[in-house]
């Protein structure tokens, strides 16, 4: 078996097919999206120019489960999201969305400790790993992406418009810790 902790190699060939590398077949979108809820990296690439097309293929999972009537992401989200976009890329948005996914992992795993800690028949229950397998995988494959170095934005005549770093920092942190004050309530 391969190593679970490499990511697993998708190809593209020109035909748009999606060949694994691993088990030497054709895979779909929804095989890719079963690899990842069960825990596993995944990497897609261009067989011809090996160009990462990783990103491209988890949005359109993402859409795709969506317009399914699957909704994970609040319209309000998706139109802040857009409007991310728009913005200079020294939105704070992404470092956001990872820091409030990487404390909402945490409080879920709290929150199982708890009920474990609870009834010990919880920590039994079939499906209980998987179950966690397949959050830790969602938020993972979810904040990949969102944590690289991203600069302030600035005005027309190069200033910056966002406020000092410090004062942005200090906004963010009292947010999460406030976010996280209720996740530890909720547990």
Do not use: C
Request: net charge negative; aromatic share 6%; hydrophobic share 35%.
């Amino acid at each position: 078996m391969a190593d679970s902790e490499s990511p697993l190699l998708i190809k593209r060939y020109a035909s748009r097919r999606l060949y694994n590398t691993e088990t030497s077949d054709y895979v779909t979108l929804e095989d890719i999206a079963g690899f990842i809820r069960g825990g596993r990296e995944v990497q897609i690439v261009d067989l011809k120019s090996g160009d990462d097309l990783t990103r491209q293929y988890l949005l359109q999972i993402i859409a795709e489960h969506e317009s399914r009537g699957e909704n994970v992401l609040p319209l309000n989200v998706l139109n802040d999201l857009v409007r991310s976009y728009s913005s200079s890329a020294g939105s704070v948005v992404p470092q956001f969305l990872a820091a409030s996914f990487e404390m909402l992992r945490d409080g879920q795993s709290k929150m199982m400790e708890n009920l474990e800690k609870v009834n010990p028949m919880m920590a039994n229950m079939p499906g209980i790993e998987a179950m966690q397998a397949q959050q830790a995988a969602f938020l993972k494959a979810m904040t990949t992406g969102f944590s690289g170095n991203w600069s302030a934005p600035t005005d027309e005549d190069g200033s910056s418009s966002a406020p000092a770093e410090g004062d942005d920092l200090d906004s963010i942190r009292k947010q999460l810790a406030e976010l996280q004050s209720k996740l530890s309530k909720m547990s």
